[in-house]
C-alpha cells in the first residue's frame, strides 16, 4: 500500500509566515457586475467527449470568446461554422507523437497558470508574447471504460491522459483567475455566466474543486488498474515457477498494492445511522446504477438505514441467477428470500414474506424482477420502507403510490465484481466481494458425507438454501422448504444459537400472517399477505412447524455436533456447510445416526 509522511511543526513549509495580505485578482473593473467576476474573453476547449460540445462553442462564439481547440475538438467546432484557432497556432509547434503532445506547451500553460493577482506575472505574459485563458473546458481519455470494455494492455495504457489532466490542475490552481469544466453536465452553467459578465470567484472555486476531484479520481483509477496489473503479472510468474517446482499454488492472489477510490457526493442526508450523526449519500466517481444511482419513482427521501437496507436486499435478490427471487431485508439481515419456479414474482413475494412476517413489518423489498400489479397488491397493506426493483408495471406503480412514504426505486442488477472496503483504526480491510463464484458454490463439486442422495427436488431446496445463507449475517444457519426460507437464525456468536434461532423462527413466526402487528386496532391495515390480519393472528393461531421436513445451510462448519443435533432434533431432514472443522468425523456421524443427508462444500460465507 502506498504511504506518506507529514512534515513537522519545525518544518520549512510550515515556518512560512502566515499572516500576508492576500492580494486581489488584478483583472479590469469596468462593466463587470462585481468585482470579483473574471470575464470570459478566451477559451481552451479540448474534450473527448463531444457531448454538447457545438452549442457550447455557439454560445462562447455569440458571447465574443475566441476559443482555442485541438484535434478533432477543433475539428467539430470548424464543422459547425464557428471560428476556431489550433492550438499549433498558439504554440508554434505541431501536434506530434500520435496526439501524445498538443497542449504540453509553455504557451498554453503560461496562459493559464499565470496569477494575474501579480503584476510581474502579467509583465512576463506579455514580454512572452502570451495571451491568458480564462476558460479551459477539457475532459478525459475514457480510461476507465476501456479498461471495462477487456482491452488489452497497451490499449489500455495509450488512454492515460496526460495532456488533459495538466490542463485541468493548471486550471483549477489558478482559479482565483481562470474558470475549469470537466463535465458537459456544466456548459448550461458556462453560457449562463459568459452572458453575466464571466464566473465569480465563488463559482470558480466550486468549479475548482470538482476539477481536482475529476483528476484525483481518474489518477485513482489508473494507479489501481496498474498496481493490479503488477500483482496479476507476479501471480502468474509465481504459478508458472510453481508449474515448473511440481508445487501447488493455488488460492486467491493479493489485492494490488494500491487501491484508490474517489466518491462523488449525491445528496446529503437527514442524519446517519442515528439522528446524532450526519451522512450523506455518494457514488463511485464516474460510474452509474447500484443502490446509489437508482432512480426514485415515488415516496420521501431516503435515509442512511433505507441505503444499507436496500443494498443488502438488492444484493440478495441476484443471488440466484435467473431464477425469479424476492428478498426481505431488514437491519441487513433477511427477513426472507424465495424464488418462484412459475417466474411468478407476485408468488416468490408471498413465500418471502411468509418466512418472517412480523420482522417485514418496516422492511425493504428487492426483485430482480418486474413488480406486477399483484405483487403491489400484496405490498401495499404491509408498512414497507422502500421496494427496488429493475421495472415496475404501470398499474403497480400506481396502487404503491397511494403509500405517500413509500420508496419506490428503479435499481439496476448489482455490480458482482470488485472490492468491498471496510474501514478499521487507522486504515481498511479490503476484500474481492462474495459473489458466491467459488469452486464449492457448484453442487457438482459437493461431497456427499452422510444419509441417502438427494433427488432432484432436495437437492434444488440445498442449492437454494446454499445460495441465500450467503446474504445472513455471521454465524448464519437457514432453513428453507420449496425455494422459500422458513427459518432464518443470524448474528449469533455460536453456531449453536443460530440453529436454535432459525428452529424457533421457523416455528413460530409463520402463525402470523402480517407484519403490521404492531399498529393498534384502528391503523391495522386489512389483506396483507395471508390474507389475515394482526388482531386475528395475535388472537389464538396455531404456530406452523415448519423446521420438519426442511433443509439447512450453515455459512461455515459445526465444530461440534451440538449445533447440528438441534436441527436434527427440529425434523431437518438435509443439511448443506461447508465442512472442514477438526471434529467433521462426529459431526458425519451424527447426521448418518440420525439418517439426515449431509452435503460438504469446502467453501465458507462468512459475512460480518
Known amino acids: 500500500m502506498s504511504s506518506s509522511t507529514s512534515s513537522s511543526p519545525s518544518s520549512s513549509q510550515s515556518s512560512q509566515p502566515t499572516n500576508q495580505e492576500v492580494p486581489t485578482a488584478h483583472v479590469p473593473t469596468e462593466g463587470l457586475v462585481s468585482p470579483d467576476r473574471v470575464p470570459v474573453r478566451r477559451a481552451l476547449i479540448s474534450v473527448y467527449d463531444k457531448t454538447g460540445l457545438v452549442p ?70 506579455a514580454t512572452l508574447g502570451v495571451t491568458p485563458i480564462d476558460l479551459v473546458v477539457v475532459n478525459l481519455y475514457p480510461f476507465t471504460d476501456t479498461v ?19 490542463m485541468v490542475r493548471a486550471a483549477a490552481k489558478n482559479h482565483p483567475a481562470v474558470a475549469v469544466v470537466t463535465s458537459p453536465g456544466r456548459y448550461e452553467d458556462v453560457a449562463a455566466a459568459v452572458r453575466e459578465g464571466g464566473f465569480t470567484l465563488a463559482g470558480r472555486r466550486r468549479l475548482a474543486a470538482e476539477a481536482f476531484a475529476h483528476t484525483a479520481a481518474y489518477d485513482a483509477a489508473v494507479s489501481t488498474w496498474m498496481a493490479a496489473q503488477i500483482e496479476a ?20 492472489a493479493a489485492p494490488p498494492a494500491y487501491i484508490g477510490v474517489g466518491y462523488e457526493r449525491l445528496a446529503s442526508l437527514r442524519y446517519g445511522e442515528n439522528p446524532h450523526q450526519r451522512a450523506a449519500v455518494y457514488r463511485i466517481a464516474g460510474a452509474s446504477g447500484g443502490v446509489a444511482g437508482a432512480r426514485q419513482l415515488h415516496g420521501k427521501a431516503m435515509s442512511y438505514n433505507n441505503y444499507t437496507d436496500t443494498d443488502a436486499a438488492v444484493r440478495a435478490a ?7 427471487t424476492v428478498a426481505v431485508v431488514k437491519h441487513a439481515n433477511p427477513c426472507g428470500i424465495a424464488v418462484s419456479a412459475a417466474g411468478d414474482v407476485a408468488e416468490a413475494h408471498r413465500k418471502a414474506h411468509a418466512c418472517d412476517p412480523v420482522s417485514a413489518y418496516g422492511g425493504v423489498i428487492a426483485t430482480n424482477a418486474v413488480v406486477t400489479a399483484e405483487m403491489a397488491r400484496q405490498i401495499k397493506p404491509i408498512f414497507t420502507e422502500v421496494v427496488a426493483a429493475p421495472a415496475f408495471d404501470d398499474e ?25 472496503i471496510k474501514q478499521v483504526s487507522g486504515g481498511a480491510v479490503i476484500q474481492e466481494r462474495d459473489v ?92 396483507a399477505v395471508g390474507g389475515a390480519d394482526a388482531a386475528d393472528v395475535l388472537a389464538g393461531a396455531v404456530a406452523p412447524q415448519r423446521a420438519q421436513g426442511a433443509v439447512a ?49 469446502g467453501t465458507r460465507h462468512f459475512s460480518h
Not at 572 to 589: C, F, L, Y
Request: proline fraction near 4%.
Open 148 to 166: 471495462a470494455s477487456g482491452a488489452p494492455f497497451d490499449a489500455c495504457v495509450e488512454q492515460i491522459d496526460i495532456g488533459g489532466p495538466t
Open 233 to 252: 503479472d507476479a501471480a502468474a510468474h509465481a504459478t508458472d515457477s510453481a508449474d515448473a517446482a511440481g508445487v501447488d499454488a493455488s488460492g486467491p
Open 56 to 125: 457550447l462553442a455557439r454560445a462562447l462564439a455569440d458571447a465574443g470568446v475566441e476559443i482555442v481547440s485541438t484535434g478533432s475538438t477543433a475539428a467539430t467546432i470548424a464543422a459547425a461554422g464557428l471560428a476556431v484557432a489550433p492550438v499549433e497556432e498558439v504554440t508554434g509547434f505541431p501536434e506530434c507523437l500520435e496526439g501524445r503532445v498538443k497542449t504540453l506547451h509553455p504557451a498554453v500553460h503560461a496562459g493559464i497558470l499565470a496569477d494575474r493577482r501579480k503584476p510581474d506575472h502579467l509583465d512576463q505574459l
Open 318 to 324: 441476484y443471488d440466484h441467477g435467473q431464477a425469479v
Open 436 to 527: 458466491l463464484d467459488a469452486a464449492g458454490d457448484d453442487p457438482s463439486t459437493w461431497t456427499l458425507a452422510a444419509g441417502p442422495a438427494a433427488d432432484d427436488a432436495l437437492l434444488a431446496d440445498l442449492v437454494f438454501a446454499w445460495r441465500s445463507v450467503r446474504a445472513v449475517r455471521s454465524n448464519a444457519v437457514l432453513l428453507a422448504h420449496d425455494g422459500a426460507t422458513v427459518g432464518v437464525g443470524m448474528g449469533q456468536v455460536n453456531r449453536v444459537d443460530s440453529c436454535k434461532l432459525a428452529v424457533e423462527r421457523a416455528n413460530t413466526l409463520g402463525a402470523r400472517s402480517t407484519g403490521d402487528a404492531a399498529l393498534d386496532g384502528s391503523q391495522q391495515e386489512k389483506g
Open 396 to 420: 403497480a406503480v400506481e396502487i404503491l403510490s397511494t403509500k405517500k412514504n413509500l420508496r419506490l426505486l428503479l435499481v439496476e442488477a448489482p455490480q458482482r465484481e470488485g472490492y468491498e
Open 553 to 601: 445451510a450453515s455459512d461455515a462448519f459445526f465444530p461440534f455436533a451440538d449445533g447440528l443435533q438441534v436441527l436434527i432434533d427440529a425434523g431437518v431432514r438435509a443439511v448443506v456447510q461447508p465442512g472442514g472443522s477438526i471434529r467433521d468425523q462426529e459431526v458425519i456421524d451424527a447426521a448418518q445416526a440420525a439418517g439426515v443427508t449431509m452435503y460438504l462444500t
